[in-house]
């Protein structure tokens, strides 16, 4: 199976915006609305900061937000905080009721 | 809240079955707005999905996985359980359990996370 195509890493400075994108398939990111982000600090549990491509938990900074165009979804961090550096993983609902995950981003805040 | 906490060895010797438990706190896993997931992530590589399960017993595994994995529940017990058989040392990495959204499919609660390690 497959995983969504992440950029292995990406960067920015304190204050500014970045954007991660998840690209996949019509029969998972651009055929469900079920495409979800995930925030992993290191020996940490990942944490869901997006679902359902632009809904944020309660509690999640809306310095967060999702969105998706076709088969590729984005995650958008702005007003980039040093606590941000993280990897952010996305995943998407795929047909045959199964899921998949992208390869990871590792973000780095310069 | 809910709370997740995975057990089982952090040792198996290839070939053999690897086999943990998750117990679920804080909520019930006969809840129907949830499915019970197991999730992996092997050294400084990315989370692979297992599969995940209904309070029905219902399941949906990883097409990667799938001759090698089982999941059950034990509502009585409010856990769910993993079996994977044939490990190698590819199958070595953390093993986590999370609650899936029904209505989102997010994982929106997670548990620690329990290192298993496949070697003679």
């Known amino acids: 199976q497959s995983a969504l195509t992440q950029p292995a890493s990406v960067s920015g400075s304190p204050g500014q915006s970045i954007t991660i994108s998840c690209t996949g398939t019509s029969s998972d990111v651009g055929g469900y609305k079920y495409v979800s982000w995930y925030q992993q600090h290191p020996g940490k549990a990942p944490k869901l900061m997006i679902y359902?491509?632009?809904n944020r938990p309660s509690g999640v900074s809306n310095r967060f937000s999702g969105s998706k165009s076709g088969n590729t979804a984005s995650l958008t961090i702005s007003g980039l905080q040093a606590e941000d550096e993280a990897d952010y993983y996305c995943?998407?609902?795929?047909?045959?009721?199964?899921?998949?995950f992208g390869g990871g981003t590792k973000l780095t805040v310069l | 809240q809910v709370q997740l906490q995975e057990s089982g060895p952090g040792l198996v010797k290839p070939s053999q079955t690897l086999s943990l438990t998750c117990t679920v706190s804080g909520g019930s896993i006969s809840s129907g707005d949830y499915y019970w997931s197991w999730i992996r992530q092997p050294p400084g590589k990315g989370l692979e999905w297992i599969g995940y399960?209904?309070?029905?017993?219902?399941?949906y595994y990883n097409p990667s996985l799938k001759s090698r994995v089982t999941i059950s529940v034990d509502t009585s017990k409010n856990q769910f359980s993993l079996k994977l058989s044939s490990v190698t040392a590819a199958d070595t990495a953390v093993y986590s359990c999370a609650s899936l959204y029904s209505g989102s499919y997010g994982f929106d609660y997670w548990g620690q996370g329990t290192p298993v390690t496949v070697s003679s």
């Open positions: 399960i209904y309070y029905s017993g219902n399941t």
């Open positions: 359902d491509v632009s």
């Open positions: 995943s998407s609902y795929r047909s045959s009721s199964t899921l998949v």
